[in-house]
């Protein structure tokens, strides 16, 4: 069984940052892709970032590219995603996920196995 547990998320003023966390149990860490989600209200689930196994080679939703980082400790089982430069449309709920299935360069949530409970995102005026 494989569970994740974000944290992190706040609100946070435009242009400010903030590092999410996701802490992960099982062995889905170091088998599987790493990945990050967000949800913003009445629209579609979208990908933001995901990170390999082996190589950690990161991998970002184009519009993203410069502003947000992902990461992880393998040791600590814990993945990251540091943002910067915080803007109103980045508001959303944060989940972190991962799965056998879930594929680079850009997975998608049908092919999600496991999602945290997610992490508010706020970013106002």
């Known amino acids: 069984q494989v569970r994740l547990a974000e944290s992190g998320g706040r609100l946070v003023q435009i242009g400010g940052s903030l590092r999410l966390s996701c802490a992960a149990s099982g062995r889905a860490f170091s088998r599987y892709v790493m990945a990050w989600f967000r949800q913003a209200p009445e629209k579609e689930r979208e990908f933001v970032a995901a990170i390999t196994t082996i190589s950690s080679t990161p991998y970002y939703r184009d519009s993203l590219k410069g502003r947000f980082t992902i990461s992880k400790d393998n040791a600590k089982m814990t993945a990251y995603l540091q943002m910067n430069s915080l803007k109103p449309e980045d508001t959303a709920v944060y989940y972190c996920?991962?799965?056998?299935?879930?594929?680079?360069?850009?997975?998608?949530?049908?092919?999600?196995?496991?999602w945290g409970q997610g992490t508010q995102v706020t970013v106002s005026l």
């Open positions: 996920a991962t799965g056998a299935r879930v594929r680079v360069p850009e997975p998608i949530p049908s092919a999600v196995d496991y």
